[in-house]
């Protein structure tokens, strides 16, 4: 089974930043759709950030401009930076890897998960 190694999250002050890494040995993410998600209590898991194969970019409107989705190949590792977090954005973030090409925004399409990392903000 494929492992995804999450680090980072913690607990935060509105307003406040935090970068979130996910790195793999196993699979190269250059070939890969990778995304992270977020499930925050009671709701669905949702998208919040995906970079395809050919490194293109997208995001949830919630964190656009916020958030900053990025991969360096080199390391086979996967970044969320977050900026002006506000309550709304705690929840269990998750990264989570797609073979081949397209998007990755769905969860029923992702092929490995990390295991998850807790993010709270505190207003």
């Known amino acids: 089974q494929v492992q995804l190694v999450q680090s980072g999250g913690g607990s935060v002050q509105s307003g406040g930043s935090l970068r979130l890494s996910c790195a793999t040995s196993?699979?190269?993410?250059?070939?890969?759709?990778v995304a992270w998600f977020r499930q925050a209590p009671g709701k669905e898991r949702e998208v919040v950030a995906e970079i395809d194969n050919d490194g293109r970019t997208k995001y949830a409107d919630s964190v656009k401009d916020r958030f900053t989705i990025s991969r360096d190949n080199a390391k086979n590792t996967l970044y969320l930076q977050m900026n002006s977090l506000q309550p709304e954005d705690t929840a269990m973030y998750y990264c989570?890897?797609?073979?081949?090409?397209?998007?990755?925004?769905?969860?029923?399409?992702?092929?490995?998960w990390g295991k998850g990392t807790l993010v709270t903000i505190s207003s």
């Open positions: 196993e699979v190269p993410y250059s070939d890969y759709c």
């Open positions: 989570a890897a797609k073979n081949g090409g397209g998007s990755c925004d769905s969860s029923g399409s992702m092929d490995y």
